[in-house]
């Protein structure tokens, strides 16, 4: 259990895929449009992530060496298919918000990259929790984005105005720049936050 717990806080934190792997960026910077995108993306991969991890992690000693990439990509389309097919049915307007970027999930790097790095090598509880963590980090790190740029871009929380009409807003937030600012300006913080988290730790276990 120590060892899942590990690779849950790993995927969080210590290396997150958005702010420290720097990977998925292409939903990362598409759908963060608002906070609701943002979510729903990152639930979506986060669901993929832990299901393929877990098969991959089952079948890594059944699936030729020659041929992993191929089978990686099969498992992870089936249950891409399977997150498409609820949304559709379930969540139509936000399925249709996403568009494209759900079916894109299968060449997601976050998710090739756990399954190459993580599942294909460690066993399925680990790879469960490795794909718990990843896809958290990915969520939060996607709706904080998507949080700021509709708030200044819109004045709006989760699609609720919160802003009044008077107030100016900066729409210049929900487009391309926008998105590339916020993402740069957090990664800063992120990287900036971590850091000082690692010095306080080597400090401790210098004093120690």
Known sequence: ?????????????????????????????????????????????????????LFISLLRKIIPDTVRI??????IASFVT???????????????????????IVVNCIILGRAEAFASKFGPVESFFDGIGNGLGFTMAITVIG????????GTLFGL????????????MIMSPGAFFTYGTLMAIFHRLM?????KKAAKEAAA
């Open 161 to 172: 105005t919160v802003l009044p009409e008077a107030f100016p807003k900066t729409l210049i």
């Open 195 to 199: 850091a000082k988290q690692k010095a």
């Open 82 to 104: 399977i997150v498409q097919l609820l949304l559709s049915a379930f969540l139509p307007s936000l399925n249709a918000s996403l568009g494209l970027y759900i079916p894109l």
């Open 70 to 75: 191929p089978c990686f990509i099969v498992v």
């Open 1 to 53: 259990m120590g060892k899942a717990l590990h690779a849950l806080k790993n995927g969080m934190f210590d290396e997150n895929p958005t702010f420290i792997q720097v990977i998925g960026t292409c939903p990362t910077l598409a759908v963060t449009t608002s906070a609701i995108n943002g979510i729903g993306m990152g639930l979506s991969t986060t669901a993929v992530l832990m299901c393929s991890n």
């Open 147 to 154: 949080l700021i740029r509709e708030f200044i871009g819109s």
